[in-house]
């Protein structure tokens, strides 16, 4: 009742009523952070759900790139993608509710990390993301070549490591529908 006095609806349709609930409840409990997390992670998978269609990028189409292709494309990803911080053990207490088993105590991460939200088919998913997937993403959504990305990884890999976190995460991510489109820029 208090989040609808505070935040009275602007739309005819209720549908659009909760985009800052989890927002208003990062700063009514502030000592809570979790409460907010699942709020979120419920609004984006929902979000998920009703986001624009987009047909995936099929394995064969990637296999079929040159290596001057290579060396400049980068990728689109799906519409529904959404990437957010995490601060708490919310994915464990989300997937505990959700096989009707009691939740595990809030618990702040040891580290922080990322949360991928989006659609594939027709089903809301979501995981969490390392950092060097996390970096990845944002370089390309940024517009960066994956050879560069790849360049990046070899910064901080050998190069058979660094060939073989690329070629993992590509994979990961034709396999959850993420690439959407290729585009082609310049190598630089």
Avoid: Y
């Avoid at 005819?12 to 952070?33: E, I, K, T, V």
């Avoid at 699942?38 to 998920?48: F, K």
């Avoid at 990028?57 to 079929?64: F, I, L, M, Y």
């Amino acid at each position: 009742m208090a989040f609808i006095e505070d935040n009275p609806s602007r739309h005819r349709n209720l549908r659009w009523h909760g985009a800052a609930f989890s927002q208003w409840l990062a700063n009514r409990f502030p000592q809570d952070p979790d409460i907010a997390e699942l709020a979120l992670i419920d609004w984006q998978l929902r979000q998920a759900f009703d986001g624009p269609d987009a047909a995936p990028v099929q394995p064969e189409e990637v296999a079929g790139l040159s290596a001057e292709d290579w060396a400049g494309v980068g990728f689109r990803f799906t519409p529904t993608l959404f990437v957010t911080p995490l601060r708490c053990n919310s994915v464990s207490i989300w997937h505990a509710l959700d096989q009707e088993h009691v939740p595990p105590g809030a618990e702040p991460l040891p580290v922080p990390t990322w949360l991928l939200i989006w659609r594939k088919g027709w089903q809301p998913h979501f995981r969490t993301l390392q950092a060097t997937e996390h970096a990845a993403l944002i370089q390309l959504q940024d517009g960066t070549s994956f050879a560069q990305v790849c360049a990046a990884l070899g910064e901080q890999f050998s190069d058979h490591e660094a060939a073989s976190v690329a070629a993992g995460i590509l994979r990961t991510w034709l396999q959850d529908e993420l690439i959407v489109g290729l585009t082609r820029g310049s190598a630089q």
